[in-house]
């Protein structure tokens, strides 16, 4: 038996998306040695050869696969592993749509260190390549939950906007008014409805006392977010697990430091793309979870990469107001209280007997609510426009608390009003719930029904 063994993937697996995460193990005690992996494209050409730490035994490997068939070969002391990916972009039209926003007045360079390269172009690059690492931090939740790699599919380019505003107008202007400005302004070309955007504003500053251009919004079709932090963001895959270990520590004087407590660029990575998933988890019509992702288990996302317990936040502080704010639409407007994040929680303290993998998995990822809303969605499945509208409904009878779906309902939530979910039903197995009655004593104003049926289709009602 090959004493080199992969845990997160099989051989001939097909993918949707193409930067994927391997992780494995090694049985072998006497070897002192890095993994060698090498990358084949279909037509035996190398890709690419690297070496990845093996630590207690275990690896974690992250590479952009090829359209096609992809042959890895690794090799650890005197064992060598075969196996063959495939990469296959998943046919649909709904997609995520990575997005730089350039004030009018702005040249579109975020703030970063001296020598630090802040041009536009790189900002995109930063932008598109983490945007693909939350497609597979994604798909990896998913299939930790039983539901298969689904994920959503991400454009090619990354667009970049020039916005009417003015980096004044911008700067004083309340966060959730800015989100609605930026919406429109996006939203208003023909495909629109099909795309989720994931925007960043170049403009965002910190002045070395206060934040000016920030915003943490998600809901609708736009993830909204702040350029503060993305000096600490990778431009290359290479980089990334550097820039999640980067222990240098922030000079708040001149930067921004948003690392929950942790004060170098690794927790602010960590920290900002773990938020960035967050809110583009609202734009896919999720609420808030007493823990994971969609609460506030998303600071330490770096342990998803990495392969021990450093740069962990020892205590989960209470976000201050309006630090994560669930959007619903155009129009009404969802704000977080300050305990949202169930911070009283001790699930979301270190524990430090726990394996780097346990916490992990335990802390980081969808409640079921979330993975089943996720799974049925018309952003990660093959979905095309029916033609029959009207048996693609969702209807509430509020006399007799009667949700129907000729399409069978799949998951019903009850959400307080800022947005955290109180009582969640799935009907993942079960595609013939056609009905469902909610329960009197649950039925109380404020509440908000989500539903979602088979095909994906959504109700929200506020009774």
């Not at 989100?179 to 500053?205: D, M, V």
Request: aromatic share 10%; with cysteine.
């Amino acid at each position: 038996m090959n004493k080199i063994r992969l845990t997160n993937i099989i051989n001939n697996e097909v993918f949707t998306y193409s930067t994927i995460l391997i992780k494995g193990f090694v049985d072998i005690t006497d070897v002192d040695s890095n993994l060698i992996l090498k990358h084949y494209s279909n037509n035996a050409k190398q890709l690419a050869e690297s070496r990845w730490t093996v630590y207690e035994n275990k690896f974690k490997v992250i590479i952009e696969l090829k359209i096609g068939d992809n042959s890895l070969v690794f090799k650890f002391g005197n064992e060598v592993l075969y196996i063959k990916l495939i990469y296959k972009q998943r046919a649909t039209n709904y997609t995520v749509c990575p997005v730089y926003v350039i004030c009018a007045d702005h040249d579109g360079r975020f703030q970063a260190p001296i020598n630090h390269d802040n041009s536009v172009q790189n900002a995109c690059i930063k932008i598109k390549l983490c945007s693909k690492l939350i497609q597979m931090l994604t798909a990896e939740k998913m299939y930790e939950k039983g539901f298969g790699k689904k994920t959503f599919q991400v454009e090619k380019d990354c667009r970049i906007i020039k916005s009417s505003l003015t980096r004044r107008t911008v700067f004083n202007m309340h966060p959730e008014k800015l989100w609605e400005y930026i919406a429109r302004e996006l939203t208003a070309g023909p495909n629109s409805k099909h795309q989720k955007f994931l925007a960043f504003l170049s403009c965002t500053y910190w002045d070395g006392q206060n934040l000016h251009g920030h915003v943490a919004l998600g809901g609708g079709g736009l993830a909204l977010f702040g350029t503060g932090c993305l000096y600490t963001w990778p431009s290359k895959l290479e980089e990334v697990l550097p820039c999640f270990m980067n222990m240098t520590k922030v000079d708040t004087g001149t930067l921004l430091d948003d690392s929950c407590f942790r004060g170098n660029f690794g927790g602010c990575f960590s920290t900002t793309l773990g938020s960035v998933w967050h809110e583009l988890g609202h734009t896919f019509d999720l609420g808030h979870s007493k823990y994971g992702i969609m609460g506030r288990g998303f600071d330490n996302v770096h342990l998803i990469f990495t392969l021990d317990n450093k740069n962990i936040a020892q205590e989960i502080m209470p976000a201050s107001k309006g630090y994560i704010i669930c959007i619903d639409n155009y129009s009404h407007t969802i704000n977080m209280n300050d305990d949202m994040s169930n911070n009283n929680n001790n699930n979301n303290n270190t524990n430090t007997n726990e394996t780097t993998d346990d916490y992990d998995s335990k802390h980081i990822c969808w409640s079921m609510g979330c993975a089943s809303i996720l799974s049925f969605h018309k952003w990660f499945n093959d979905c095309k426009e029916e033609e029959n509208k009207s048996e693609n409904t969702i209807d509430y009878v509020a006399k007799r608390n009667l949700l129907t779906s000729k399409n069978g309902l799949r998951v019903v939530q009850l959400r307080r009003e800022d947005g955290l979910v109180m009582h969640s039903w799935e009907f993942v197995k079960n595609n013939n719930k056609r009905t469902f009655i909610l329960p009197v004593q649950l039925a109380n104003n404020g509440i908000t029904i989500i539903a979602e049926d088979s095909n994906g289709n959504i109700l929200k009602h506020l009774l």
